[in-house]
């Protein structure tokens, strides 16, 4: 094994990292870093991609890698691009020019077919409603005929208002029920407001297990009210964590080795949220002020919004870790 081998292996090591889990971060494969680390440089595709490599498996373990490489340079190939690179480039970019060219005329001719469907949607309400507000402004002409045949019906509506006692005392009646009741309402919407007020004071966020998913363990997250749920990550070492919205394949939201003292914050929203930590006892993950752990070296945990059901026996017996006391 080489001394630059040694170096990025002890790096690994010191962070809890497998080459399994390199290769993850990295994205080069296994054999090859098993290479780099013996120093057996022929394995891998060409002296172009040696420096490459090793500059990627360094800043993966924490490692300056342009102090790395002058330290070695005299074990380390030069970097001697391909001949044949070059027109392979220009046509690669060639395509690419022309399948972007194709996705945006695809594209612009999808939102103008929606555009004209927006348009066309918009015409038809517009016309329709000024249609039926013409109607409803045009005059009733059987009411208007009624009242000229049949005159003595203009007087009808003054024996309603009558200006006899017994009319009076009823019209005060009304009025004076129509008072009380108002009152009666408010009464009770002041009664009802206050117990759950109340009851959202005294409710506590609940975090509980909720199976696995492969090497990933799921956490069922219960919030309280419309308050959004903080998931904080401090480090009291250095550990290498990835932070993605979602799950293990969603938006890479945080992506690198963290030092100690070094403290993120997070809200976990309805899409979840996907936590891998390099050296997870240099890694405090905590959720609405409760830990959460898997108890494994190298952790992936996956949280999820959603209602928790505390008569489960397997709730009852966890703490804020997730883990049985």
Do not use: C
């Amino acid at each position: 094994m080489s001394d630059l081998g040694q170096q990025l292996k002890d790096a690994r090591l010191s962070m809890g990292l497998s080459l399994d889990d390199v290769q993850e971060i990295t994205k080069i494969r296994k054999r090859y870093l098993e290479a780099i680390e013996a120093g057996d440089y022929k394995v891998l595709p060409g002296s172009f991609y040696v420096r490459a490599f090793i500059k990627t498996y360094a800043e993966a373990v924490g490692i300056n890698a342009d102090e790395l490489l002058a330290e070695h340079k005299q074990n380390v190939p030069e970097a001697v691009p391909d001949t044949t690179m070059e027109p392979v480039l220009q046509k690669r970019r060639s395509r690419q020019t022309t399948e972007r060219n194709s996705k945006w005329l695809t594209t612009a001719l999808m939102w103008s077919f929606f555009a004209l469907i927006v348009i066309v949607i918009y015409l038809y309400f517009t016309v329709w409603s000024h249609s039926n507000e013409a109607k409803t402004k045009e005059p009733d002409p059987t009411s208007i005929t009624n009242n000229a045949e049949n005159p003595q019906n203009n007087t009808k509506p003054n024996t309603n208002a009558g200006t006899d006692q017994n009319g009076a005392t009823n019209t005060n009646a009304e009025t004076d029920d129509q008072t009380d009741t108002p009152d009666k309402g408010n009464a009770t919407d002041t009664d009802t407001t206050n117990p759950s007020e109340t009851d959202t004071t005294n409710k506590e966020i609940v975090v509980a297990p909720d199976g696995k998913e492969g090497s990933t363990t799921k956490f069922k997250v219960q919030p309280v009210g419309s308050e959004p749920v903080k998931v904080v990550i401090t480090a009291k070492g250095k550990s290498w964590v990835e932070v993605r919205k979602g799950n293990k394949n969603g938006e890479k939201l945080y992506y690198e080795t963290m030092e100690d003292g070094v403290v993120i914050t997070y809200d976990l929203g309805e899409e979840g949220l996907y936590i891998k930590s390099g050296a997870s006892p240099n890694t405090i993950i905590t959720v609405g002020g409760q830990v959460v752990d898997d108890g494994k070296n190298t952790s992936k945990i996956q949280l999820n919004l959603g209602t928790v059901d505390t008569t489960d026996s397997s709730t009852e017996g966890t703490d804020g870790t997730g883990t049985g006391q």
